[in-house]
């Protein structure tokens, strides 16, 4: 399967070795991220450093492999579905709209993503971190 991940997803597996790290660094799926969750988390770096307990280069080992793991959807294609996803996401939280837009743009099976909220809106399905360990490492 093929996911856009969010944010505190990827904050979940960059603080701890947990399922959500060994899924992302171990399973068949894809997962795909807007150029926006880099700066987000770059955003959260001193809040990393202290749950995790890691130092800064630790880190920055951590968040290169989960990144290896994970493709770009191309900047023009998330802008290209941005008013649509701005859109779905009216009253819900504009601070996802990346994400939404990512996942139209890439035609995916959706956001793998522990935010209830996402799933007030209706273009775009929303897993949860339970969701996907039910699927196992099928692709």
């Not at 660094?25 to 307990?53: C, Q, W, Y």
């Not at 080992?61 to 023009?76: I, K, N, P, Y």
């Not at 959706?110 to 949860?128: A, F, M, P, Y």
Request: with cysteine; charged share 30%.
């Amino acid at each position: 399967m093929k996911f856009v991940l969010d944010t505190n997803v990827f904050l979940k597996a960059l603080i701890k070795n947990s399922t959500v790290r060994g899924i992302i660094m171990g399973s068949n799926h894809e997962f795909l991220v807007p150029a926006h969750l880099i700066d987000e988390t770059r955003e959260h770096l001193d809040e990393v450093e202290e749950k995790s307990g890691l130092s800064r280069s630790e880190i920055e080992s951590v968040l290169d492999a989960l990144l290896g793991r994970t493709r770009f959807v191309e900047e023009g294609q998330v802008l290209s579905r941005w008013r649509e996803a701005e859109k779905a996401m009216n009253k819900v939280d504009e601070n996802d709209v990346p994400f939404v837009a990512a996942a139209l743009a890439a035609r995916c099976d959706g956001i793998w993503s522990d935010d209830r909220h996402l799933k007030r809106q209706s273009k775009v399905r929303v897993w949860t971190t339970r969701e996907v360990v039910r699927l196992g490492g099928r692709a």
